[in-house]
């Protein structure tokens, strides 16, 4: 089988000490593609890096919601800089908006407003550059949904999306790509999810070294052959089908 894994943070200190033999070990499970984000400056050029020396490594360049408020606006502007001028990437990730707040967060509609300010250049930078975004909306998907639909883009990766159904209806019905993760064998959220969009849609992800089948342990790329398995079983299709086609889909998409 064609696996593909389009969402993981290969660049992560879970990695350090074994990423070569993590990528060969997928690579002998037949993974063919690992999509690694970045979330912001270092994060972006460690990417980078692990490209240029892991063939089946592909950099998205991103700026993960919550870390837009460590940085000045001046550096974070210089990096989505960076990221729309780089010609490596295969995509913008991980970017979006995250409205998990402590229940005692002070300055919550401060941190909200910051968020969705550079989420709007974000939007701007894919709508120029022709490369599609890996969002991340945990609690936001509505205000998510919303920008997206004042934009242009019409391919954007909705990651680990935990909208309610009307919102993942409202996105599928567009025609948007939704990763799925390997969460999917005991998430019904994720199973509703798979049944409902097109299989022309659907890609995998991991999300590692986050969200292992099994817990507390570290996710791994040749995991989605996990979801593959649920998401035939969903489909009532072949796995070797069903891998093929979300394959085709990452072709169709990033490259």
């Known amino acids: 089988m064609k696996l593909v894994d389009v969402h993981i943070h290969l660049d992560f200190p879970e990695y350090a000490k074994d990423l070569d033999k993590v990528l060969k070990k997928a690579e002998e499970s037949g993974v063919k ?7 912001h400056k270092e994060s972006n050029r460690s990417v980078l890096e692990i490209a240029k020396k892991f063939r089946v490594v592909k950099p998205a360049l991103g700026f993960y919601p919550t870390h837009t408020w460590e940085f000045t606006e001046e550096e ?18 991980e970017v979006g908006l995250d409205y998990k707040y402590p229940e005692d967060e002070k300055y919550k509609d401060r941190k909200t407003s910051i968020q969705k300010q550079f989420f709007e250049k974000i939007i701007g930078i894919s709508e120029k550059t022709k490369k599609p975004l890996i969002i991340h909306s945990r609690k936001a998907e509505l205000d998510v949904i919303e920008m997206l639909e004042s934009s242009s883009l019409k391919n954007p990766v909705l990651h680990c999306f935990s909208g309610k159904k009307k919102l993942m209806q409202r996105a599928a019905d567009k025609g948007w790509y939704f990763s799925i993760p390997v969460s999917v064998i005991k998430s019904q959220q994720f199973q509703d999810m798979t049944n409902y969009v097109n299989l ?3 890609l995998t992800e991991t999300d590692g070294p986050y969200m292992a089948p099994t817990p507390g342990e570290r996710n791994v790329p040749e995991n989605v052959c996990l979801a593959i398995k649920k998401i035939g079983e969903i489909k009532k299709m072949e796995e070797i089908e069903v891998a093929n086609n979300i394959f085709m889909n990452y072709q169709r998409l990033f490259l």
Not at 78 to 93: M, P, S, T, W, Y
């Open 200 to 202: 022309s849609k659907l």
């Open 33 to 39: 593609a690992v999509i690694a984000n970045g979330v």
């Open 76 to 93: 974070v502007d210089e990096e989505l800089d960076f990221i729309r001028k780089n010609k490596e990437k295969v995509a913008i990730g």
